[in-house]
């Protein structure tokens, strides 16, 4: 579930409570707000309210780290009458579904590039810059950022999240991963933004990946109803489809037994050459090395990680097909957290989640009142807390390396609310939070299940 809040910009009036006239409010217009603004709401957060010129109205929350984002939407309408911008958002919250938010707020400032508003709900003043345009690059593509203004002379350039995509002070935009950010160009009339959404088009082949881990019926919704599938006594199934694409001719998907995605093969044509295919590869998982298959020839071996799992990528050159499919058999991310989630939720003693986890407590354990052992990927460490009455009121799962925020996400969602603090987030039944930490390179250290 997300929390979304409605963005506080969104108002204009031609004076405040106080009767004090404000500069040019007479000039302005409906018209103006038309349009996405955003807002910046603190380090790593940010909103964007798009005004639409039918009355209805979108808030999108954001929160960007260095690994990925997430995000939330509301949806309403939006009025402008007599300086006054009124809203109606149907929002969520935590614990709470459908629920509906009104505000007014009047204008502050409102420009062809600032808006600046101060809440007449409460007393709170805020402000955006308008979204002039958006770019679609690709990775490793760079452009340059250009306002079509000639009274717009940029003076300084940023990046919302310099993982996505970096800019230089001389405005030349670096797409370097999949995602969208924001480029920032600031000038003595105004601050402007692009929007900038980076994606690997010309290699797109290489985003089975997102595959991985998939039902079958999601499968469906993405490639359609056409294909010829085999389900095996043991309820396994394998699915093949023949796409329309110039560069892949055919994928096929084999599941476990509870009929997720676990192997992808897919077969390319002769329309993408194999230096092609492994320079995609390089970009975005960690090469290995190369080998020879005695019945497929020479094939490259690359890993990665997804959903907290590893994960092989091998390229085989002779039969000119990917082969993709993790690594290790048991989704260690899921059990603990499905464990953890039971536990936390409960009143357990120490001893009791010891036995639970084939830990033997020591003496040692039992006065400091937890016991730390060793857990296997993506993990490789929890540390087990109780208070001195003996029940379990804290987990801390340490990651192994390289492993995201984004990697997790997935599992999050699954049980757990965001709150006002990117970091944390609370449990569907509220006895306790779920927090995490990331170090200086965007990984992931740990997660910190902490009971009320």
């Not at 809203?87 to 420009?111: F, H, P, R, W």
């Amino acid at each position: 579930m997300a929390v979304v809040v409605a963005m506080t910009f969104m108002a204009a009036c031609s004076s405040d409570d106080d009767g004090y006239s404000v500069p040019g409010a007479e000039h302005f217009t409906r018209d103006m707000i038309i349009g996405e603004w955003y807002q910046p709401v603190g380090e790593g957060n940010y909103g964007i309210g798009h005004y639409m010129a039918d009355g209805t109205l979108t808030s999108t929350n954001v929160i960007a780290t260095k690994s990925g984002w997430s995000y939330s939407v509301s949806e309403g309408y939006w009025d402008y009458s007599d300086g006054i911008v009124s809203y109606v958002m149907n929002s969520q919250s935590i614990g709470l579904l459908n629920t509906t938010t009104k505000a007014d707020e009047q204008i502050i400032k409102l420009t062809k590039y600032e808006l600046q508003s101060s809440s007449l709900n409460m007393d709170l003043v805020s402000g955006g810059y308008r979204i002039v345009d958006t770019y679609q690059m690709n990775v490793g593509e760079t452009r340059q950022a250009i306002i079509n203004d000639s009274e717009f002379k940029p003076q300084e350039y940023s990046s919302v999240s310099y993982h996505v995509a970096g800019v230089d002070d001389e405005g030349t935009i670096e797409a370097r991963h999949l995602g969208t950010t924001y480029i920032l160009v600031k000038s003595s009339i105004g601050t402007a933004v692009i929007r900038v959404v980076v994606n690997d088009s010309a290699n797109a082949f290489d985003e089975v990946l997102q595959i991985l881990g998939l039902p079958l019926k999601a499968i469906t919704k993405e490639y359609g109803t056409t294909y010829i599938e085999k389900v095996k006594e043991d309820g396994t199934a394998v699915r093949h489809y023949n796409l329309p694409d110039d560069k892949v001719m055919d994928i096929r998907l084999e599941t476990d037994a509870g009929g997720y995605v676990n192997i992808i093969q897919q077969f390319f044509s002769n329309n993408i050459t194999p230096d092609e295919v492994r320079a995609a590869l390089s970009r975005k998982y960690d090469f290995q090395g190369s080998a020879v298959d005695e019945s497929e020839g020479p094939y490259s071996v690359y890993t990665t990680t997804w959903q907290c799992r590893r994960v092989n990528v091998l390229y085989f050159e002779k039969p000119h097909q990917l082969l993709v499919a993790f690594q290790d058999g048991h989704n260690y991310l899921a059990e603990y957290d499905d464990f953890f989630n039971y536990i936390l939720n409960r009143n357990f003693t120490l001893s009791e989640v010891a036995d639970k986890m084939n830990y033997t407590l020591t003496d040692a354990d039992k006065s400091r009142f937890g016991f730390t052992t060793r857990a296997p990927y993506p993990f490789y460490r929890v540390d087990v807390m109780s208070n001195p009455q003996g029940y379990v009121y804290s987990a801390k799962l340490y990651f192994d390396d390289h492993v995201t925020f984004h990697d997790t996400e997935y599992y999050i969602n699954r049980y757990y609310y965001p709150t006002s603090y990117q970091d944390t987030f609370f449990s569907l039944q509220y006895s306790y939070v779920l927090q995490y930490q990331e170090s200086e390179d965007g990984y992931l250290q740990f997660f910190l299940y902490t009971k009320f």
